[in-house]
């Protein structure tokens, strides 16, 4: 490998470690706050992905200007979820929550290959194989977007939980929940929020993937593998240690599908994964309480 294809894959790896980092902010906020493992969290990036297929069947939208349609109404579902039935197993056994959440996975699924069937679903625009050069790096124009996109959501979410007074709220919660009582904070009121959020965040990132995947119901699945695996390896709850994550996976995964091809990918990804939690289980960024 020279020096170009080398700096050509690192470019490759973020721009899909971007989208892992998106997801698994999502994640790792929802955990962080409530301390849950939403094993329906890949089901909301299918479901941005689906809708960002119909505004542009239905409206002819640009699939990148359905990112705020996408949000609000994944940010809606999601908190309506949580509302409805993930607040009745907040304090029960975790394995009540798993399998709540294995449900509605389930159950998202099927309603949307109800709809939609199971055929695949494509979006074709007219720059999806344009690409532009720098020097010696090739930049493709839907993966560049998609790139940049997913960086300002995820700056425009730190500084929504740094410089807000809900923001703090949530914090707040994360670090503490009777803390957060004893300061007059409606927690369950937070826990619906940013379980919306968390949502409407991995949304964004299925939004961002329409010009470049093929929708299937189960396409949500193996970025929510994936973003598993960057959340352990950013720290369980921690909002920069899962971008970061998210990048690192990438990056990896560019190598390893240089080296040994595509389907090696997760492979690699899973491999990461048993390192990480054989010599440093607490994760890149340690034991920190809260967001």
């Known amino acids: 490998m020279n020096f170009e294809i080398f700096m050509q894959t690192i470019v490759n790896g973020l721009f899909t470690g971007s989208i892992y980092a998106l997801v698994a902010i999502g994640l ?35 699939p990148y200007l359905t990112i705020p349609i996408s949000a609000v109404l994944i940010f809606g579902l999601g908190a309506l979820i949580q509302w409805g039935l993930v607040q009745r197993v907040l304090d029960s056994h975790p394995l009540n929550q798993i399998i709540l959440l294995l449900g509605v996975s389930t159950l998202i699924m099927g309603l949307v290959q109800f709809f939609w069937t199971a055929e ?8 999806e194989t344009e690409v ?14 998609a790139f940049f996109a997913a960086m300002v959501s995820s700056l ?9 007074r809900t923001g703090a709220a949530i914090r707040a919660v994360s670090q503490s929940r009777a803390g957060a009582l004893l300061m007059g904070i409606d927690v369950k009121k937070i826990y619906m929020l940013t379980f919306g959020i ?6 964004v990132g299925g939004t961002l993937l329409t010009p470049n995947f093929r929708m299937i119901p189960t396409v949500g699945q193996p970025f929510a593998v994936t973003a598993f695996v ?16 998210g990048l690192i996976i990438g990056v990896v995964e560019a190598f390893a599908g240089f080296y040994f091809g595509g389907d090696v990918k997760i492979i690699a990804s899973m491999l990461v994964f048993i390192l990480i939690l054989l010599f440093k289980p607490a ?3 340690g034991k920190k309480k809260g967001i």
């Open 28 to 62: 790792t906020l929802i955990y962080g706050v409530m301390i849950i493992l939403n094993f329906a969290h890949g089901e909301f990036l299918m479901l941005g992905m689906y809708v960002s297929y119909w505004a542009f069947t239905l409206l002819g939208l640009d």
């Open 120 to 127: 695949p679903k494509s979006i074709h625009v007219p720059y």
């Open 132 to 145: 532009f050069v720098i020097g010696f790096l090739r930049f493709s124009i839907p993966r560049t977007v």
């Open 156 to 164: 425009l979410l730190y500084l929504f939980l740094r410089y807000t």
């Open 198 to 203: 968390g949502a409407a965040v991995t949304a």
């Open 230 to 245: 960057v959340v352990v390896l950013g720290t369980m709850g921690n909002f920069i240690g899962a971008f970061l994550g």
């Open 283 to 285: 994760g890149l960024f």
